[in-house]
């Protein structure tokens, strides 16, 4: 059975220019960071700028994290269904683009799991309702 970990947020968008800002922006807004850590966001851009994918070393080097905290938000990338890991170790963002991968992948994950959710809840209601007759 597949995870998939994301928290919708609405996010104001004032002000927000620089890729970091609008990493950090896209990375709130699906409930991946607090941004309590400016390399959460180093961390997620490493994956937009190395198409070609990227080790755990690469990670670690590039966000300045141990190999714990490195892992830690691979893990949480992965269960949002943002990247996936190739063969060789190699990590990569699941479409050619941030957009695309939200796009064409997130999204249809997200409404997968929700179609669920209201399925199971239209039973909740009918059992309740046979329940009061």
Do not use: W
């Amino acid at each position: 059975v597949e995870m998939l970990e994301i928290c919708i947020k609405e996010v104001p968008l004032s002000g927000i220019k620089t890729p970091e800002q609008l990493a950090a922006f896209v990375m709130e807004s699906l409930g991946l960071s607090e941004l309590k850590d400016e390399r959460d966001v180093r961390f997620f851009l490493a994956f937009l700028e190395h198409k070609e994918g990227l080790r755990a070393e690469d990670l670690m080097k590039i966000s300045k994290l141990g190999q714990t905290a490195t892992y830690a938000r691979i893990r949480k990338l992965l269960n949002a269904g943002i990247i996936y890991k190739a063969k060789g170790g190699v990590y990569k963002l699941r479409e050619r683009t941030l957009s695309d991968t939200l796009d064409f992948r997130v999204r249809k994950d997200i409404e997968r799991v929700f179609s669920s959710i209201v399925e199971v809840a239209e039973e909740l209601d009918k059992k309740l309702l046979e329940k009061k007759k």
